[in-house]
C-alpha cells in the first residue's frame, strides 16, 4: 500500500528545496505515518491501520468505529482494504 493516510487520505505532496542562491529542486512532503493496532469491538477483532498523526487524534475523539465510518464514505479506504490480524 501507498503512503495514504486511511483515516484523512493525506498523502505526500511535492515541492522544492531551495537553497541559498535559490537554485531549485523538487522534494517530497511526506506524511507522518505509522501502522497501529486497534481491537475493533464490533467486529471483535485486532486490526492494522496506516495512520498519520491527525488521524490518530480523531480515532480518539470520534472513536473506531466512527472514524472507519466517516473514512469509508468519503472514499479514504475500503472494507477490504483494512487489514485484520488473527
Request: aromatic letters at 10%; proline letters at 0%.
Amino acid at each position: 500500500m501507498s503512503k495514504i493516510c486511511q483515516i484523512t487520505g493525506k498523502k505526500a505532496s511535492v515541492g522544492n528545496n531551495v537553497s541559498h542562491s535559490k537554485r531549485r529542486t523538487k522534494r517530497m512532503f511526506n506524511v507522518n505515518l505509522f501502522t497501529k493496532k486497534f481491537y475493533y469491538v464490533e467486529q471483535d477483532c485486532w486490526i492494522s491501520l496506516k495512520l498519520s498523526a491527525n488521524g490518530l487524534r480523531i480515532i480518539n475523539k470520534k472513536g473506531l468505529d466512527a472514524a472507519l465510518n466517516d473514512a469509508v464514505a468519503k472514499g479514504f479506504c475500503n472494507w477490504k482494504d483494512i487489514k485484520v490480524i488473527g
